[in-house]
């Protein structure tokens, strides 16, 4: 089989790309590098199966140039982050929300039925039910969780009206290698890691007592694969959360990456917190309920957000003391 990966030069389309070569995939990565890096293909760049198509998903052109005699779509290129679609919400909406419709329409056209989407925890909004399940949610809290929820609206429609098999895996903070540590919009983990083994102080926004379902990146790449190999004849639409099922506080996770640290360089124990406002468009809590990945695709995670960060902490620690 021939994949599509969009957004391939990113940290979970290159960790994608990466497994799906070794699974015996032949892969195509469409990106225009605008949060990916080359460095994060190098490992596989050379491998005779991975194809690179440098190309922007707003450019309809580009998106059928990557389609054409690809047999599935995993759909990752977007402008991430809240903070970002809070700053410029014309370029996350035209990235996310035209690049999509783009991409659906290549896809369409090309014949590739299997289009699996990155959906987001984000599209929960001011929902207070915890944990999250697929079929309830709330309003969006940011530009960026309305591009992700107008996604699966769109996933929707497409599978109606043009007969696709559309899955949308709606990530809760995915972390591990590869993710970038650095700019204004890094995630949490890589940051606080970053500047923990820098000896600087990590900013918690808040009091610290936020959750999130974090989520180690090999059980994102396992639902991936679950998606595409979740077998149906006929045209649909699903979303699945995509998480561990577990909560940790901002609090608890900091404690976490001291003490998995410590044993790398045991001055980062002494490293002091410091705390800042809340952050606008943030939501307090987030948790997923995983039982409909478990019951439709067979999903069982087999990382725990610990043991996730004892990997991305080993990763992390090589690289950044290397360079
Ligand atoms: N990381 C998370 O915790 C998380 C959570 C929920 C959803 N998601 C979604 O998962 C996907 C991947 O996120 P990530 O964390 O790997 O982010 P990332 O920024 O590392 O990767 C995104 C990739 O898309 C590419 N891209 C951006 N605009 C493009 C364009 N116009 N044309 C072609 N390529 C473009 C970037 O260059 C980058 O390689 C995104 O859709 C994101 O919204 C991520």
């Known amino acids: 089989m021939k994949i599509l990966v969009t957004g391939g030069a990113g940290f979970i389309g290159s960790n994608l790309c990466e497994a799906l070569l070794e699974k015996g995939y032949q892969v195509v990565c469409l990106d225009n590098f605008a949060t990916g890096k080359m460095e994060n293909i190098l490992p596989f760049y050379s491998n005779p199966n991975f194809q690179l198509i440098v190309g922007d998903i707003r450019k309809l052109d580009d998106c ?12 990752e290129a977007a402008l991430g982050s809240v903070p970002r679609s809070i700053k ?14 783009n991409l659906l329409i290549a896809a369409r056209d090309a014949k590739v039925k299997r289009f699996v989407y990155a959906a987001s925890s984000s599209t929960y909004g001011d929902s207070k039910t915890l944990p999250k399940t697929e079929e309830v949610i709330g309003k969006p809290l940011s530009p960026y969780a309305i591009t992700k929820y107008v996604n699966e609206l769109y996933a929707d429609v497409f599978s109606k009206t043009y007969g696709m098999q559309c899955i949308g895996l709606r990530y809760f903070n995915v972390f591990g290698k590869r993710q970038d540590p650095d700019g204004a919009y890094a995630a949490v983990i890589p940051l606080f890691i970053k500047q923990l083994i820098n000896y600087q102080s990590p900013t918690i926004n808040g009091d610290g007592e936020y959750s ?31 998480a561990y099922g577990e909560r940790t506080t901002l609090n608890q996770l ?22 800042g406002p809340n952050r606008l468009g943030d939501i307090p809590h987030s948790l997923a ?27 992390y620690y090589n690289k950044l003391r290397i360079n």
């Open 64 to 75: 059928q140039k990557a389609c054409e005699s690809v047999d599935a779509v995993l759909h």
């Open 212 to 242: 999130r379902d974090f989520t180690y990146i090999q059980n994102v790449i396992d639902m991936n694969i679950l998606a595409l190999g979740y077998k149906a004849e006929e045209s649909f639409s699903l979303v699945f959360n995509t």
């Open 88 to 101: 410029d919400p014309i370029t996350s909406n035209d990235v996310n929300v035209s690049g999509f419709l």
């Open 289 to 315: 309920s995983i039982d409909k990945a478990k019951k439709i695709l067979g999903y069982s995670p087999k990382y725990s957000m610990r043991e996730g960060l004892k990997e991305a902490i080993d990763w």
């Open 254 to 275: 900091v404690s976490y990456l001291k003490e998995y640290l410590t044993p790398y360089d045991a001055k980062i124990s002494e490293i002091e917190i410091i705390h």
